[in-house]
């Protein structure tokens, strides 16, 4: 059975005390949950805070992006070491605004993704259409093209850690969400790819969220698709009681 995650995004939002104080209204509603992963990604300045603070608890805490090298001149880049020297164990990767403002680029998060696996952190990768490419009747082209490129000389055991997050471009911060059959038929379309690039077993086993849009309106008829286990949440997971909500669904 794959176990749901529920991770919350928070983006360029929060300094550390802000963050603190969401900990502080939040963990108390979420004690008792163990049906689900509750992860938590705030900003780098926010990172060692959070984890400090949520550890020994239900909650997890994760950096929104590394550099693939442990050390160098890349001002404004934090490595694999220093993410596990402060405890930290999952890493978004390839996050749709990464890649449309930032250049990043699936060979980038191929590098990426393998030195998360070398250094013990869980990566999520995430992928997604953008709204041409839907039109256009190119998603399924596209999110076959973005597994391979991110997977390359991926094993499958080398994999058994990974977490896929499809979020449909066109749906994130817009207040759109796909409907949970569109979102459906692409999950089954990036387990097929997985399929051929680490195998049925770890195909079969990964975890693949869905992103875009999630609020407590509309997360149990998403959670109740098959091959959708959990949600990659952004804007919705800023405040304790609706993120907390989410995580009840």
Known sequence: ??????????KMYKTPKESLAFLD??????????????????TMSSLAYVL??????????????MHWLNEGPYTGQTSPTMLVSIGCRHVLLGHSE?????????????????????????????????????????????LRHQIRASL????????RRLVIAYEPIWA???????????AAEAHAILRHELTQCVGEATAENTRIL?????????????MRQDGIDGALVGGASLVPTTFANIVHY
């Open 172 to 182: 994130i911060g817009t207040g759109s969400t796909a409907t949970p059959e569109v």
């Open 52 to 65: 400090e603070a949520s550890e020994g608890t239900n909650v997890n805490a994760g950096a929104q992006n």
């Open 152 to 159: 390359r000389n991926i094993s499958p055991s080398e994999a």
């Open 210 to 222: 869905y992103g875009g849009s999630v609020k407590p309106e509309n997360i149990s008829e998403l």
């Open 98 to 142: 990464q890649r449309l403002y930032f250049n990043e680029t699936y060979e980038r998060v191929n590098l990426k993704l393998k030195a998360a696996i070398n250094h013990g952190i869980t990566p999520i990768v995430c992928v997604g259409e953008m709204l041409a490419e839907r039109e256009d009747g190119r998603t399924e082209e596209t």
């Open 1 to 10: 059975m794959r176990k749901p995650i529920i991770a919350g995004n928070w």
């Open 25 to 42: 209204a939040f963990l108390p509603l979420v004690e008792a949950h163990t049906r689900d992963e509750i992860l938590l990604f705030p």
